[in-house]
């Protein structure tokens, strides 16, 4: 799978992924579809769409744990053992969940925007597998401009753009209108994974469920 443009959406199964940098099972379900991509030798064209997890994020964030806690109702002990369970999952996916104790949930209304401004230069994929990496891997600030800048030029993006783009906030009313338009389709959770612009699969489904999806919408184009 590699980067597209518009124009290969005709040729190829379009595959849009709404969802969350800072969502761990937004990766996991993403390395699942992955996985059944290859599985099945299905080519696909992969766009990656807006969501906020915590739109009212305060710009320093907020502890993991507190914030689940108080989101959630997520005890210490549950939120030790899904941490545990997410690690698994990435092991067997080939992602290094790398959780602590003192990690933060950051807001990421900076890091849609500089997906935003990545896509047209062909690095949005790139990018947004730059950006789970940093958070749940080096557990790196990622509503942070200079840390954002940093993470552009690692999939060969010009930083000084990258953090004129973050300051003057060009794209931030195009993050809007898209977070929107998903919103407005009844998405309220991540990862929303849209096949082929018609068929709206929600939460991570695992491999074989992906697969089973990637084969059933090869045979209908087929007949």
């Known amino acids: 799978m590699s980067e ?7 040729d190829l199964l379009q595959i849009d992924i709404v969802s969350d940098v800072v969502c761990p099972w937004c990766i996991v379900g993403f390395k699942q579809l992955e996985q059944a991509l ?33 989101k959630y109702g997520t005890t210490p002990e549950q939120s030790v053992k899904a941490r545990e369970n997410l690690s698994t ?26 997906i935003h401004w990545a896509g047209p230069q062909g690095k949005e994929h790139q ?16 509503n942070d401009l ?22 003057d906030e060009r794209f931030a009313q195009n993050v809007r209108d898209e977070q ?22 929600t939460g991570a489904q695992g491999v074989d469920n992906y697969a089973a999806i990637l084969r059933q919408l090869s045979g209908n184009a087929a007949a």
């Open 89 to 114: 999952l990435g092991i067997h996916l080939g992602f290094q969940f790398n959780f602590s104790d003192d990690m933060r949930m950051a807001n990421t209304f900076r890091a849609h925007q500089m």
């Open 127 to 142: 990018l947004k597998m730059a950006l789970f990496e940093a958070h749940f891997q080096r557990r790196e600030n990622v």
């Open 180 to 201: 929107s338009f998903w919103t407005s389709q009844g998405i309220k959770g991540v990862p929303a994974v849209i096949f082929d612009r018609r068929h709206l699969i």
């Open 38 to 70: 290859q599985v099945t030798g299905t080519s696909a064209a992969v766009k990656w769409h807006p969501f906020e997890l915590n739109p009212q994020m305060a710009e320093e964030g907020e502890n993991l744990r507190e914030h689940l806690a108080a």
């Open 4 to 10: 597209t443009t518009d124009q290969d959406f005709d």
């Open 146 to 167: 200079h840390i954002l800048a940093d993470i552009a030029t690692r999939v060969g993006l010009d930083r000084d753009q990258a953090l004129k783009v973050l300051e």
